[in-house]
């Protein structure tokens, strides 16, 4: 067992003894951890200011005893993995892509995780079997032209082992690039050594995509292990979820961009929160979510800007959920500032004109 992983805090009694949760919540919370896994490492251990009650980094990594409440239309399988699991380890939802969950255990356990059903600490990963069979699903599909390294979280794996993976799917001829999700890099800095860089690195497109929600995840120390992936030539980018105490407010949902973007790390994705049983307490409404990125355009810069999108329940994927700025009929637009313009004459006059220009 690695240092890290050691210190790392896995019970109600160790996040009691850590002063992260009061003794006289231990019942419950016993029954949280028999249900949902718990890890807070040191690193985010140390960002957690324990006489904060509304900490929000607490607030992502600490059980609470609202995750025993399953609200209706929470699913345990609220993305629908499983409808497109054509063999064990992969997701194939869109024809272009496929998802390769090599492993089922993480740095740390998010309370509102989208897969908490299946990971876990013990919960293994793809078995050298299976991960032959996985490989040979990708080559035996041509279409595939994307590999997503997901879980679980890959960054878990050994240096070696991940060489191993990225180096076969580099060799298969249709498959030109690879994207790794992964919250290591803010959960557990010190995994991120020079050989694991390293092994990243193929003749392939690689992305590494980080997973983080405040702001303050973002430390010197984090900053610095990302700019080792970007540096090495691999370009990162970012997913956040939006969580009600932790980033539903533009100021905290501002800086977290712009931190990103600072660190050479483009948003890419901001997701409605999947519904993941017990985990009502941590979601918004879209239209808060809506809200929220209105108040973020124009007001911060288009490099900051995710896609805010929702995994429409079922496995029928990601679809961004706005907002909208131009009316349906295409007449009226809205600026930043919430004034409205006439754009469809404007418009259909400029396309007027293209046309008799271009004859
Ligand atoms: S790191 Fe990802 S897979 Fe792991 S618990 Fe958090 S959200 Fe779930």
Not at 311 to 319: F, M, R, T
Request: aromatic share 4%; charged share 20%.
């Amino acid at each position: 067992m690695s240092a890290i992983a050691r210190k790392t805090l896995r019970t109600p009694s160790a996040l009691a003894a850590a002063q992260l949760v009061a003794r006289d919540r231990l019942k419950p919370l016993q029954e949280v951890a028999a249900r949902y896994a718990v890890a807070i490492t040191p690193a985010l251990a140390d960002l957690i200011d324990p006489s904060d009650p509304h900490d929000p980094i607490a607030r992502q990594f600490v059980p609470d005893a609202r995750e025993l409440h399953m609200e209706p239309g929470e699913s345990h399988d609220p993305i629908g993995d499983d409808a497109h699991s054509p063999v064990e380890g992969i997701v194939h939802r869109y024809p272009d892509r496929v998802l390769l969950k090599l492993v089922n255990a993480c740095a740390v356990y998010c309370r509102f995780c989208f897969r908490r059903e299946m990971v876990g600490p013990g919960r293994g990963g793809l078995a050298p079997a299976a991960l032959d069979q996985a490989l040979a699903y990708v080559e035996n599909h041509p279409e595939i032209w994307e590999v997503i390294l997901t879980g679980g979280d890959p960054l878990v794996l050994s240096a070696r082992r991940l060489k191993e993976v990225v180096t076969r799917l580099a060799a298969i001829a249709h498959v030109k690039v690879i994207r790794v999700h992964t919250r290591v890099p803010v959960a557990a800095p010190e995994r991120v050594t020079a050989a694991l860089v390293r092994a990243l690195r193929t003749s392939k497109a690689t992305f590494v995509v980080l997973h983080a929600n405040h702001p303050r995840e973002l430390t010197a120390k984090v900053r610095a292990t990302c700019a080792r992936f970007i540096d090495a030539g691999i370009p990162m980018l970012a997913q956040s979820v939006l969580l009600r105490g932790v980033n539903d407010d533009a100021e905290t949902l501002g800086a977290l961009l712009r931190a990103l973007v600072e660190s050479r790390i483009k948003p890419y994705y901001l997701h409605h929160a999947d519904l993941a049983p017990g985990t009502a307490h941590l979601r918004t409404t879209i239209a808060e979510g809506q809200a929220l990125m209105r108040a973020l355009h124009g007001r911060t810069s288009g490099l900051c800007q995710p896609t805010y999108v929702v995994d429409i329940p079922g496995g029928h994927g990601k679809s961004p959920i706005g907002p909208n700025y131009l009316s349906a009929d295409g007449a009226v637009i809205e600026d930043y500032c919430g004034r409205l313009h006439a754009y469809a004459a404007m418009a259909s006059a400029a396309e007027k004109n293209t046309v008799v220009s271009n004859s």
